[in-house]
């Protein structure tokens, strides 16, 4: 560990420290499905913000079970214990109670966690696929709790996604094209061009451009075209941590809401409106 | 003339001759002031536009007086006639009524037309820079009639100026710069940079970088900078038609508002307000 | 005519007069062919440029016979007279002698001058297209006098296409791919973007994007992807008098080459060598 | 560690194995200097590369002394030992032999190696600043053995460097701005943005333009433009792994060049003049 790692767990670790002891503060308590390479950023940036504490972790397989997920994201203080997916069970969430499960595992996991809508769990998705009866399962869920599912729940994409629409009203006449730029082993066009172009009307063969080279992390440029000017939208991703900003944002936003189904495109929607200007 | 302007040509007087013999549509009858480069882009986009008809054009100088526009904008049509700015007067207005004029001429025309808001004669104003007794004046006038008022007139830019204060109001934490390129001869920072710095908050000696070389006709980027993404706006220029484009945009929407000063930013909030996704 | 224009014609004027009274400078004469949009842009620079004298245009069709191509430039100067090719002859060469002549026309205009090689006339082609048929009578010409041959006589796609091959050079693992923007109406892929596919042995279906939008002059982009670093070159037109400057270059280039076959690469190739640093 | 990582770990074992129970292809040595944060990354490119071994790491404090740097970057095999700078001597080099030293530590370290250079070990160090007189004893050293220095030992920033001279020269007219994008914590330009505007004559004050926002990595832009065209060379950094690339790239370089002071931009020349099409 370098010393710059170790400085900042010392900070963690005052954080931890006054989490733990009680302040006066309300800290929401998150449990985690999910331990992958993105889970794992996702669940460090919810350890690492003081208005959250990170209850537990789940994960599909035995691997590390009962370790603390905090150790093996090299701090060290024990916290978080990892389950595995078989311990959990309706009696888990209410031995083991939290304000929201955040999941960042597999497109099966809201079976794992439907009875927590019974306690009145709030829920984060951001599964990048679900099929219909999932999607049914969880809209089932959202008549008991607040669920909120998005396949990319970064600010930056959301904000794209809405403005783009707004662009397309102002603008009707103007030619729309995708571009997306990712990491050479990428197959197919990205999920969130694609629900780009779903959004705006186009044609997703003739209008997403995929671009596949080396290790750009990802970027979305949306091009609107007029007869004497040009208008480029455009989100690049530096580090996979930007889905747990994402999840952070929303988890805020999740606190004040009654049941329902949600996206983060509702989220910016709403911030939309907050935040236009009034004249 | 190349062929392709002649055939051009005889479309356009097709529709000239529509205009002019009267169907059923409303037209909307323009007053032009200044005829520069810009003004005579502007000009021309009007005269092409079936639901316009440019009535005359002013002019600082008494060149081309009684000359048609039309001739020196090449159509092969006699229309539009233009005046020096010392036959304008009150009773001109009277004599020569339009619905809007639209000054794409100088910082002290509107003296000028002062008179042409008693007869309900709208306003539409692109000039770059007025002073605060320029702007009282336009005021005073915005009493008796609509005026508007932007420096900057396009569709693109004015999106970029309202989208960015609404991104500024999601992520408030973002750091946020600007970069804009022109033409080698352009002096200073343009002017629409040091309004989206203004309304967004930024020293402008510090976070407007302007970049000179070439002939680029316009490029404004306005970064917004997350620990784990980049958002980027990007307005590009390709001619100043542009400003035609948007002067049209402004007259449609201006045609049915009541008294009062307006700017192209209003008309692009009331856009994002009506385009907005509603879920 | 605006002013600035007006002045503009008379530095020209002055520039005319100095050019047929005859300073000490060389002038290369130039005999034109083509005077479609592009043509007139192309020809416009070398009037224009001090060390050229536009000597004479010839035109498919018989519009314009014998007028002076400089009036339908917008200069107040009778210069270069506009002959249609049925006119020219190898009598009409022997009449009317140029250095070199600088063909904007189209694919079967070589027919019409392949008798000047026999006079040494050193020719300059920017066809878009060529059949084998027409590329083998450029060779035959080039047996006798230096003939160049670019369909993209740009300075700077030529320099992209030269130092992109460097570069795949230098990282033959990068991946690449390239993405061209161009107006709406444009069809297929543009011919450039084809020719750095094919020279950097890429698959033109997978590799090649096309973006169709609005009124985008002409962007290139070629994107080179390695693990931790992306190389963007990018090529922007801003109007298509860049060709001019690009053939003028030519021109200047090809008063020096003896007799053969060249092509705007070479002349680039050639610059990298006489340009790069030395250690 | 991650199931991925240790499927990884597996293929690296064998390779380790490979390379320590000698297959016939040469193996070079490397000795390390500096396992800072990049250090590490660099010291770990090298760790996978099959036709290197890592030999040893020297740091600068007595921290993780004599433990294995394999296991700090987190590999189950035990290799490269580190020691301390206080362990390191003449005799330390006899006893450990090298066929290069890398350094990616600090400023004065070249004088802990100096010696090194009397046993024939090749020297590459990419420290960022040297003083004047650091320098003098580094070419004190290339009088015994082959020194490279470069302060951005990246593949692109130096193709970037060495193809921007090329077209300044090919385009003595066009204008040249530098804009250079990074982290919002970077002070100053960054160096690289000064060292092209040096190498290319222009006054940093005026034409590099520095943008700091949130965690930007690192984007070099050099903007070339001239009346009708505009073209941009462009260097985007993913991940500071791409010194250790650009440091194997140098490595191999090294092998097979005599004694003498060298740079990356040497190399990127060389293989600009290997690589320049020939017609």
Redesign the interface.
């Known amino acids: 560990m370098?010393?710059?790692r170790l400085t900042y767990n010392y900070g963690l670790f005052i954080l931890y420290t006054m989490k733990k002891n009680g302040n006066n503060q309300k800290i929401t308590k998150i449990g985690f499905f999910g331990f992958?390479?993105t889970g794992?950023m996702v669940a460090d940036e919810f350890f690492k913000d003081g208005l959250f504490d990170l209850e537990w972790v789940v994960r599909k397989t035995h691997?590390d079970t009962h370790k603390y997920a905090t150790r093996l994201l090299g701090y060290e203080v024990d916290d978080a214990l990892i389950y595995s997916v078989d311990e959990v069970s309706p009696v888990f969430f209410q031995n083991h109670p939290v304000d929201i499960i955040v999941d960042f595992s597999s497109a099966k996991a809201h079976y794992q966690y439907a009875s927590a809508a019974d306690f009145g769990i709030k829920i984060i998705s951001a599964i990048s696929k679900y099929t219909q009866k999932d999607l049914d399962n969880l809209k089932k869920m959202a008549e008991k709790t607040a669920v909120l599912y998005s396949p990319n729940i970064?600010?930056?994409i959301n904000?794209?996604l809405?403005?783009s629409?707004?662009?397309?009203?102002?603008?009707p006449h103007?030619?729309?094209?995708i571009?997306e730029?990712h990491?050479?082993g990428k197959k197919e066009e990205s999920g969130t061009a694609v629900k780009i172009a779903e959004i705006l009307g186009l044609n997703i063969d003739k209008h997403v451009?995929?671009?596949?080279?080396?290790?750009?992390?990802g970027k979305h440029e949306i091009?609107?075209?007029?007869?004497?000017?040009?208008?480029?939208?455009?989100?690049?991703?530096?580090?996979?941590?930007?889905f747990?900003?994402g999840a952070i944002f929303a988890a805020k936003w999740m606190m004040n809401v009654p049941i329902g189904m949600y996206?983060m495109?509702?989220i910016?929607?709403d911030?939309?409106?907050?935040?236009?200007?009034v004249?």
Not at 165 to 171: D, F, K, S, T, Y
Not at 223 to 242: K, V, W, Y
Not at 271 to 277: A, E, G, P, V
């Open positions: 370098t010393e710059q992958g390479n794992r691997k970064t600010l930056g904000f794209l809405v403005a629409q707004i662009l397309q009203g102002i603008a103007a030619d729309i094209e571009v730029e990491f050479r451009n995929s671009v596949r080279v080396g290790g750009i992390v091009i609107f075209g007029l007869p004497n000017q040009t208008i480029r939208l455009i989100h690049e991703s530096i580090s996979r941590s930007a747990g900003q996206s495109e509702n910016i929607v911030m939309f409106k907050k935040n236009i200007s004249y």
